[in-house]
């Protein structure tokens, strides 16, 4: 069933701001992207467990980068976008554009 | 006055708090970037400001790394938290029915030592204790890897069923207080052993790899 393959909300968001970040995708970075332009606080708790979980639907995948003295000596964890996870945010968005073609999105009050 | 030094240690407890609650693989990942994102933070804003917004993420963090936690392996955190409830009825009332047969038993020696018998019944506190600490140990070490959420979770489950006889005392006859507050100890304790076995295993890990 093609519903279980697409994305929810956040994970999408996720998937975005990887395809966006490119080769600059790490945890720092992925969490500013979505601050920048969904204007949310987004914890990296929720950043890191939404990536562990795309990395096991097999979504993204993960590489550790060098140690670095900024950050006490521990190393980066970047994250990239696997084929599967291209086709994914593809069916979800077109799954998206599908339910909203026609609506008019604006709810008067009366 | 702020040291230099501090634009680059964040609140440790907020620090330790994370490392407990992270998955064993994300831990070093998740502490570093809250540190760049800290350091960034205090020389732009102010460490008063960077200390707010890093306990902030670690609040939030910690919220979703234990929902996620519990979601990745249901089945044997619950099995975890199971045997632990089990091993509790078990356990936890071994030191009372052993110290309690120890004074029945030499009753006469009792009587020509008395402070001797106030000593064992003062041991029959710190023995229960030790019992509860043996069960959160024994389940955090079952849970590998997701010792927080175990733990948390059956002193989550413990706080219930304490509410609920606490209900149903209140109903029937006056609260002993000091029964309610060795109660609600015992989850407490139980997180403790958690947290214990957690930090110790981070540092084994960290050591094997040589950090």
Redesign the interface.
Not at chain 2, 28 to 37: C, H, P, R
Not at chain 2, 60 to 65: D, G, Q, T
């Given at each position: 069933m093609a519903s279980r393959d697409s994305l929810g909300e956040f994970e999408h968001i996720i998937v975005l701001a990887l395809l966006r970040l490119e080769d600059r995708a790490y945890g720092v970075t992925v969490r500013q992207e979505i601050e920048l332009r969904t204007h949310r606080e987004v914890s990296i708790g929720a950043v890191y467990a939404t990536l562990d979980r795309l990395e096991t639907k097999g979504y993204v995948k993960s590489h550790r980068g060098d140690p670095t003295p900024e950050r006490g000596g521990r190393s980066k964890r970047f994250f990239r976008v696997t084929g599967k996870g291209v086709a994914a945010v593809n069916r979800t968005r077109a799954a998206l554009e599908s339910m909203t073609e026609g609506l008019v999105l604006i709810r008067s009050y009366s | 006055m702020t040291s230099p030094a501090d634009f680059?240690r964040p609140p440790r407890i907020a620090a330790w708090l994370?490392n407990l609650?992270?998955?064993a693989e994300?831990s070093?990942?998740?502490?570093?970037?809250?540190?760049?994102?800290y350091?960034r933070c205090a020389s732009r804003s102010g460490v008063a400001f960077a200390r707010r917004w890093y306990w902030?993420?670690t609040v939030?963090?910690?919220?979703?790394?234990f929902?996620?936690g519990f979601r990745?392996a249901p089945w044997s955190t619950a099995a975890a938290v199971a045997g632990g409830f089990l091993l509790l009825r078990f356990v936890s009332g071994l030191p009372d029915m052993l110290l309690s047969a120890i004074t029945d038993r030499y009753l006469a020696f009792w009587s020509t030592h008395f402070p001797a018998y106030v000593w064992v019944l003062r041991a029959m506190l710190p023995a229960h204790f030790i019992a509860i600490t043996f069960v959160g140990a024994v389940v955090a070490l079952l849970a590998k890897g997701r010792e927080m959420v175990a733990t948390m979770t059956l002193a989550l489950a413990l706080c219930g069923l304490i509410g609920v006889a606490l209900m149903w005392v209140g109903m029937h006859r006056p609260i002993d207080v000091v029964w309610v507050l060795l109660s609600c100890a015992d989850p407490f304790v139980i997180v403790m052993s958690g947290a214990i076995i957690r930090t110790r295993r981070s540092a084994a890990v960290t050591l094997r790899s040589g950090?």
């Open positions: - | 680059l994370i609650f992270a998955p994300d070093a990942s998740i502490v570093g970037d809250l540190l760049e994102e350091s902030r993420q939030k963090s910690i919220a979703h790394l929902a996620c990745g950090g």
